[in-house]
């Protein structure tokens, strides 16, 4: 089965069988259970702001049973533009963030550990960067966590 787009936690699904069963024509039959993934993520999209100086702090939980998880890299990939005036020869450059990385002493219920992830990004995007963010682990089932994201300008002020 693959359940790679239903998300961590718990799920109910149900079939209902129609017969022409004179006693009883119609059976509902529920499955339920709950789904724990190697590696997963406290948020599904990051939407950060630059302060007036540039800087971007954000922070995000990664969940895992695994007791040492590493962060070895993290970078934020812009999606290509469709923007015929922008150059094929001139990509948006990955952003790597300096990064900070935390553990829960104690386990969860579901003996995951929770790991606190603070990014700093200094840069002040003149547009709105769409794309995608990676994080490079050292998780053996789970190499990569990817996360939609956007980086939007400074507000003026």
Do not use: C
Request: proline residues 6%.
């Amino acid at each position: 089965v693959n359940i790679s787009k239903l998300n961590n936690g718990r799920f109910s699904k149900y079939i209902r069988i129609i017969s022409n069963a004179s006693n009883n024509n119609n059976l509902k039959l529920t499955l339920s259970g709950k789904i724990l993934t190697h590696l997963y993520s406290s948020k599904r999209f990051l939407r950060v702001l630059p302060d007036a100086n540039g800087n971007i702090k954000t922070s995000i939980d990664l969940n895992t049973e695994k007791s040492n998880l590493n962060i070895t890299s993290i970078y934020f990939k812009e999606k290509k533009s469709n923007n015929k005036n922008t150059p094929k020869w001139q990509p948006t450059p990955d952003l790597y963030p300096k990064f900070s990385i935390s553990k829960t002493d104690t386990t969860d219920t579901d003996g995951y550990y929770t790991y606190k992830i603070d990014l700093l990004m200094n840069i002040s995007p003149s547009k709105q960067l769409s794309g995608n963010f990676f994080f490079n682990t050292n998780h053996p089932k789970k190499k990569v966590v990817e996360i939609r994201g956007i980086i939007l300008p400074p507000t003026k002020e």
